[in-house]
């Protein structure tokens, strides 16, 4: 009992065991109060409390020493009205806290629910994709053939159709005709040798030779009626066919044959400019002299190369074809014309 810690009842101080043993603390009924505080206290009990205390604080009755311990330790067995409530109260103020704290304590928060899956969007499957279409090999001629046609090359344009024939032959004779078809269609109109040369097509181009050749050579002038005068005229003639111009012209004049030593002048120019003009024939041009047509793959002051391995020697030309490589000169063409029979003849 020596650690019961209780409050006085008018005060409130701190009262503990030890005190109630010490007479600093004393029960009146169901209450305590220290010794200060003990008058006021039994004023206010009720008058039972107040006998009961007064009984118990009575001195005991001188006894023999044995009788007085019993007794003594009879009291401390007995307890006082007082303390053997204390632990219900104790008891009752656990159980009031414990509902309080029951009552008190927050509703615990509804269980959890598992959240409802999202609504999965629905995929569409990707379109089939088509397997890539095949190249047109006949699209690919087309196009490469397409500018050379454009540019009247038709000879070339057919030659890419024909190099793949083993593809698509039927289209490609159709196609190789309908470009000859172009190019017979632009003959009757065409003025320029160049141009139809440039189609590629040697019989056409021959056609054209036909159709522009100029009139036949009007017969040489008779020789003069001298006939010391009459020789010197044929042996100058002889020396314009062998192309030895200079001399010819050099021997008429000094036969007095002036006009035709003019026109053998004509015949000379006609047969430089042709020179000129047949050694100047760019790479890639075609070219038709009489028999032999072709590609030029080189030019010299003499010689063609064609692409086909063949050479156009310019020595090898008659007058009449350098003639017409030049400017137009009727006449000198015609007596060109009549050189290369005077050269045949030689």
Not at 25 to 52: E, I, M, Q, T, Y
Not at 114 to 128: D, K, L, M, Q, T
Not at 236 to 244: L, W
Not at 269 to 280: I, T
């Amino acid at each position: 009992m020596g650690h019961e810690i209780v409050y006085c009842a008018s005060c409130q101080i701190r009262l503990g065991g030890l005190d109630f043993e010490n007479k600093k603390a004393f029960r009146v009924g169901l209450s305590v109060c220290c010794a200060k505080c003990l008058d006021a206290v039994l004023a206010a009990a009720p008058p039972a409390d107040v006998a009961a205390f007064h009984a118990r604080s009575a001195p005991a009755t001188p006894r023999a020493a044995a009788s007085s311990v019993r007794i003594r330790v009879l009291k401390e067995e007995a307890p006082a009205p007082g303390r053997r409530l204390w632990p219900l109260g104790a008891v009752a103020a656990g159980l009031v806290l414990g509902l309080a704290l029951v009552l008190l304590r927050p509703a615990p928060p509804p269980p959890k629910t598992a959240p409802e899956p999202a609504p999965v969007a629905r995929v569409e499957p990707p379109p089939p994709v088509e397997p890539p279409k095949p190249a047109d090999p006949w699209a690919d001629l087309e196009r490469r053939a397409r500018p050379l046609e454009a540019a009247e090359e038709f000879r070339a344009a057919a030659a890419i159709f024909e190099n793949a024939r083993g593809q698509t032959a039927g289209a490609v004779d159709r196609r190789v005709a309908d470009l000859r078809r172009k190019a017979e269609a632009l003959l009757p109109a065409a003025t320029e040798r160049e141009r139809v040369a440039r189609w590629g097509y040697p019989d056409l181009l021959a056609l054209f030779d036909k159709r522009t050749a100029p009139e036949p050579p009007p017969p040489p002038p008779p020789p003069p009626a001298d006939h010391k005068h009459a020789e010197l005229w044929k042996a100058a003639m002889r020396k314009a066919s062998a192309r030895r111009f200079a001399e010819a012209i050099a021997a008429l004049e000094a036969a007095g044959v002036a006009a035709d030593a003019a026109l053998l002048k004509d015949v000379k120019a006609l047969h430089d400019e042709g020179l000129r003009v047949f050694a100047s024939r760019p790479a890639g041009a075609a070219v038709s002299f009489g028999d032999v047509s072709g590609v030029v793959r080189r030019a010299g002051p003499r010689r063609l190369e064609l692409e086909s391995g063949e050479y156009v020697e310019a020595d090898a030309l008659s007058l009449r074809a350098l003639a017409g490589l030049a400017s137009a000169k009727p006449l000198a063409t015609a007596v060109a014309a009549c050189l290369d029979g005077e050269a045949a003849e030689g």
